[in-house]
T-cell receptor, first 116, second 116 residues
């Protein structure tokens, strides 16, 4: 069964460093998403991406964040200058088409980011 | 106001028994979708079941069923014949609007423990 994959599974970085989190969405999916989950808290939406551009972003997704689809398979989240409060689990998700509220988003296993 | 409320931080159930996990939601949009995800201790988010606001029947997927009470704005997950592997966090999520926002809004989750 096709699945979303994410690398690395864990990342430890120093405050102020740049990190790139990578995702390979399900191959025939067209919509891609990033969510984050701070330890013990709810999952929060960051950004959605379609047709090589951001289609929606949350207040959390400020100028230190960027997303890119560098090739036909990868989808990346870059955090330019990490802060302690960026420590969280980051989930990539994808959905096949945008049929509105009915479309199921399938999540990857997550990247656990720890900023020291 | 919280869009998704899960009032049970933790639930316990005996193996082979059924359990209901509560979820209430708040929206003024007539079109919305409700989703349940399972998050085992390993961290990944696994899609379980979907219910659309216009669906006449309650959704079922194997041992999972959704008790959808639209007037009460509740979408409780029922797990029948619990198994030890069902021990996990369970998140209720909502997506609003036909062609509207693409984000899923999550509740805080319920930690289910299945006892042998």
């Amino acid at each position: 069964e096709p699945e979303v994959t994410q690398t690395p599974s864990h990342q430890v970085t120093q405050m102020g460093q740049e990190v790139i989190l990578r995702c390979v969405p399900i191959s025939n999916h067209l919509y891609f998403y990033w969510y984050r989950q701070i330890l013990g808290q709810k999952v929060e939406f960051l950004v959605s991406f379609y047709n090589n551009e951001i289609s929606e972003k949350s207040e959390i997704f400020d100028d230190q964040f960027s997303v890119e689809r560098p090739d036909g398979s990868n989808f990346t989240l870059k955090i330019r200058s990490t802060k302690l409060e960026d420590s969280a689990m980051y989930f990539c998700a994808s959905s096949e088409i945008f049929s509105g509220y009915q479309e199921t988003q399938y999540f990857g296993p997550g990247t656990r980011l720890l900023v020291l | 106001a919280q869009k998704i409320t899960q009032t049970q931080p933790g639930m316990f159930v005996q193996e082979k028994e059924a359990v209901t996990l509560d979820c209430t939601y708040d929206t003024s949009d007539p079109s919305y979708g409700l989703f349940w995800y399972k998050q085992p201790s390993s961290g990944e988010m696994i899609f379980l079941i979907y219910q659309g606001s216009y669906d006449q029947q309650n959704a079922t997927e194997g041992r999972y069923s959704l008790n959808f009470q639209k007037a009460r704005k509740s979408a409780n997950l029922v797990i029948s014949a619990s198994q030890l592997g069902d021990s996990a966090m369970y998140f209720c999520a909502m997506r609003e609007g036909e062609g509207g926002s693409e984000k899923l809004v999550f509740g805080k989750g319920t930690k289910l423990t299945v006892n042998p």
